[in-house]
């Protein structure tokens, strides 16, 4: 097995512990936020109370009505624990991408720029080719998706994980290669870098051993993007989730000061013409 593949492995085989470790790390930001947000909610409900917002003239629905109470706490609570919970993995994510995954991406550099050295395509000497068509070529001839090597013991989900890892690690690196291949051709010839080809007297100039880190940060930014906008989606969906349990919620007040409330003013106001009619 190549040594980037066994650091891919090694460290898609923590994930399972290091989710877990994540998961309990987060527990104490997502009570402080579930803490923030009953603050919030005890507030909310001393607004309606003044309003009298779930004030209901049946004895019953009254009592009834005041479960909104509990269901306001118990909303704000849960959006406040999963945003905590949200934002202190996003945090323990992007810790792990710099501790973890960057020093694996410095160490796989010089190995896929061999592996890039013994798969170039033959057509390359015949004529110029953009960087697309030299990662696609390139993707088919280094097996993204094989992951491990044959052979190896290797079995279940992490070990599916593990080949789906290094492919999406090496797929970065090699793009990354490529782009630096050619933005050193356009800087050489003096053109934009988007008219520029790849070169590979400029490829095999170029000492990625300097580079590597340089490298290895530009796809763990890519990656911490990634992992930041996966959590805001997050944040969206438990927003989504909260608003409909708002909504559900308003469907009582509706009902009662759009419906209930202005048919019993109207029925008091006829007996009150009635009575007026009717007495001497």
Request: charged share 20%; hydrophobic share 50%; net charge neutral.
């Amino acid at each position: 097995m190549p040594e980037f593949s066994k650091s891919t492995y090694e460290v898609s085989t923590s994930a399972a512990k290091w989710l877990l470790d994540a998961l309990v790390g987060a527990l104490p930001s997502a009570l402080i936020h579930s803490l923030i947000f009953l603050v919030i909610s005890v507030a909310v409900i001393v607004i309606c109370q003044k309003l009298g917002a779930y004030t209901r003239l049946p004895r019953a629905w009254n009592l009834l009505t005041k479960l909104h109470y509990l269901a306001l706490v118990a909303t704000f609570m849960l959006l406040g624990f999963g945003f905590g919970l949200i934002a202190s993995l996003q945090k323990a994510g992007n810790r792990v991408i710099d501790t973890k995954l960057h020093p694996v991406l410095t160490a796989m550099v010089l190995p896929v720029k061999e592996k890039m050295l013994e798969s170039l395509p033959p057509e390359l000497a015949a004529r110029p080719m953009s960087g697309e068509e030299m990662y696609n070529s390139l993707s088919g001839k280094l097996g993204f998706g094989q992951g491990l090597e044959e052979g190896e013991e290797t079995e279940g989900l992490v070990a599916e994980i593990g080949r789906q890892v290094e492919s999406q690690l090496r797929a970065f690196v090699i793009r990354k290669l490529i782009d630096q291949a050619i933005t050193k051709a356009a800087e050489n010839a003096g053109i934009d870098s988007q008219k520029a080809s790849f070169s590979l007297e400029v490829f095999k100039s170029i000492d990625f051993s300097k580079k590597a880190d340089e490298i290895a940060s530009k796809v763990t930014d890519a990656a911490k993007q990634q992992v930041g906008g996966f959590a805001w989606s997050l944040r969206l969906q438990l927003l989504l989730y909260w608003a409909v349990v708002m909504a559900l919620m308003a469907i009582d007040p509706l009902i009662y000061y759009l419906g209930w409330l202005p048919k019993q003013r109207e029925r008091i106001a006829k007996e009150v013409v009635e009575d007026s009619v009717s007495s001497p």
